[in-house]
Every structure is written in C-alpha cells, then in structure tokens.
C-alpha cells in the first residue's frame, strides 16, 4: 500500500461533514428542477423575493427568513401541482403551515419519517426532501420531457489558397530552418559532426569527399532555370520591424542627437549666465547672513540667559506652590476640627444654661413633700 493511500485511509469519515455535502447537492439539483418550472417569473417576480442561490436551503444564514420563503414556495409548488394552499404570509402560524405541507406529501404517497419539528427552520436535509419531491410532482404534472441533445455540425468550408497570395515569412523560414536542422540532430546516424569531419581531415581520409558520396541531381540546368523563373514572381519575403530592435531607432536616435546639439548651443549661455547670476546671489546671501549673526550675537546671549533664569523661577514657583498646596490641606483639617471643637462647647454651653432639667427636679421634690405629709393620700381616697 503506497503513502497516499495510508495516509487517505488514516483520515477518519465525518457524517455530519458527509450529510451536509449532500444536502448542497440535493439543493442543486431542486435549483435545476425550478428553472425548468419558470420559477425566476412566476415566482422570484410575483412575490418580490430575492433570487434564490444553489445552496439556500442547504446552509443555515437567516432562519426566520428561509423558513417564509420555504413556505412561500411550498406553497406555490402545491399550487403548480393542481392542489389548494393560499400564499402564506410571515406571521402565520409555522405548525399550521408546515402540517398542511406534509398532508399534501402523504396525498401524493410521500412516506414523511421525520417529524414536523425539523422543517421549522426551513433549511436542512429535510426541506430539501420536500422541495425536491414537489418539485418532481409539479414537474410531472406540466408534463415536462427530457429531449435527447441536438448536435449541430458546422459545415467544414476548406479555405481556398491562391498562389499569388502566397508569401514567405522571414521569421517562418527561420524557424522552419531551426526545426529540421534540430531533427536532424536527433537522428545521430545520418549527422555529419564538424569534430569528426576535421578528424578524418586529420588522418587523411577522403570519405565524406569521394564523388560517389556526392548526390547527383536528376534535373537539367535548362529545366532548373525554367522553374526558378516561375517560381520567382510567387515569392515575396515579408521582414517584420521589431519595434525593441535598436538598428530601427538608430537613424531616429542621431536625429535626436543633433536636435539636442544645436538647441544646447544657444541654451548653454543662458545656463551660465544663469549660473553665475545664482552664484552672485548665494554669496550675497552668506554674507548678510553671517553679518545678521555677529550683530545678534550678544542679543541672542542675554536671550539664553533670561531664559535660564526664567526656568529656574518656574522650578522655584513649582516647588513653592507644592508647599504652598501642602500647608492650604492642612489649614483645612485644622478648620474642619475646630469647627468640631466650636459646635461640642455651644452644646455643652446650652444645656448648662437650660433650666429645664432642674426644674423638674423641683416638682418632683415638691411631690414628694406632699405625699409624705398626707395630702397626697387624702386627695386619692376622699376626693
């Protein structure tokens, strides 16, 4: 057993791989099934639904939407097949539909052994089961026919070649010339090689030069002559121009050549001048520009030191305002207690000086007194 083969029979089998590849393929051929019923007119147009692609009902993209149209063309299956199912609409109950569709495969002797639950997404091995056994159904009952393929032969029409317009190619010839002298060398019998020619030059031999070696033509000089002449109108080489050979733009090239010669003698003045004027004003530029510098020097000096200073008073700033920030924190903590502190003693202050308290220690001493003399018991049994 070879490599590919072991390595073929290693690879486990996936069935849910296997049943899904199959569904695609049972949805092509429902695809081939309703074009034969003129579904993209009577159906596509009708109730305004995007064209179907092959594999719709085979892949799982938007259920709620597959399911409509699975109803959708259920129903218009059922009606191409002569029974009664009104258009469905898209709030309609999904139980209600779906059992009208299966009692319609049992009256044309469809065994259904799957539940009802699985056409409920309308995409799956079982909606293609019931598309493709309507899609049969409506096809039997249009009494659609398959015809035998009708094979159109093309008339042959041999070219008709006159010998005047017979022309030779250059590069045909070449190549044609290239050819036979590559099949000679294949055939190493009857090939005459230059090294072996030279090395029986070499040892004397006169093999390849004895005359009956030679062959001789059967035809005359007078009958040769005859036939070159009539031949030679009929012959016409045609060279085709290269436009990537060079020899073909040389004589353009030196044409160019002398326009660029006398155009560069009058514009080499102007580029001098030119040059020389540039020149002129680059110096004058430097000049100025280092006479800009010596004057801006000691300006430029007290610049750098302000600045120094100036970063040195930001550094300063930045460290005073951190204290300053830390103290302000701690300014209001002390505050926030002493507001504390303020509030404990106004309420200590108030209720030592309410008298609230101390009066009614009063009354009830005054009770007291009263009871123990008597009047408090006199007052409870006699009044």
Not at 49 to 61: D, E, Q
Not at 133 to 155: G, H, T, W
Not at 333 to 349: F, H, I, T, Y
Request: aromatic share 8%.
């Amino acid at each position: 057993m070879d490599r590919k083969s072991t390595a073929a029979s290693s690879i486990p089998y996936d069935p849910v791989a296997g049943a899904e590849f199959m569904t695609c393929l049972e949805m092509e051929k429902i695809s081939e099934k309703l074009k034969i019923l003129d579904y993209d007119k009577d159906f596509i147009l009708a109730s305004k639904i995007r064209p179907l692609h092959k594999h719709y009902f085979a892949i799982v993209s938007n259920p709620g939407e597959q399911f409509f149209v699975f109803t959708s063309l259920s129903a218009w299956l059922i009606r191409k097949c002569g029974g009664k199912f009104d258009q469905p609409q898209e709030f309609d109950d999904p139980n209600a539909s779906i059992a009208k569709i299966l009692d319609f495969l049992r009256s044309i002797n469809v065994v259904i052994d799957f539940p009802p639950s699985k056409l409920k997404q309308g995409v799956g091995e079982q909606a293609t089961f019931v598309l493709s056994n309507l899609c049969d159904q409506a096809i039997k009952v249009s009494r659609f026919e398959f015809k035998k393929p009708y094979v159109i032969e093309d008339d042959v029409v041999e070219e008709e070649v006159h010998e005047g317009d017979i022309e030779l190619i250059l590069e045909k010839v070449e190549s044609e010339m290239m050819a036979d002298y590559l099949s000679d060398d294949e055939n190493d019998e009857e090939l005459i090689k230059v090294d072996d020619l030279s090395r029986n030059v070499n040892r004397g031999s006169r093999t390849y030069y004895n005359q009956e070696n030679v062959a001789k033509p059967n035809l005359s000089v007078e009958s040769w002559k005859l036939e070159l002449e009539r031949v030679l109108p009929q012959l016409k080489v045609v060279v085709k121009t290269d436009s990537r050979e060079w020899r073909s733009h040389l004589e353009q090239m030196k044409q160019f050549k002398n326009t660029i010669s006398g155009a560069s003698s009058g514009i080499q003045g102007q580029l001098e001048s030119f040059h020389k004027h540039v020149g002129q004003s680059m110096e004058k530029i430097n000049t100025r520009e280092k006479f800009l510098n010596t004057q801006l020097e000691p300006h430029l000096a007290e610049c750098r030191k302000a600045m120094n200073a100036l970063e040195t008073m930001k550094s300063k700033f930045k460290i005073q305002n951190e204290g300053v920030s830390e103290k302000t924190r701690i300014l209001n903590r002390l505050s926030e207690d002493l507001d504390g502190l303020k509030n404990q003693m106004q309420e200590r202050g108030a209720s030592m000086t309410d008298g609230s308290e101390m009066n009614a220690i009063l009354s009830l001493q005054e009770d007291i007194n009263i009871f123990f003399r008597g009047e408090g018991l006199k007052t409870r049994f006699f009044g």
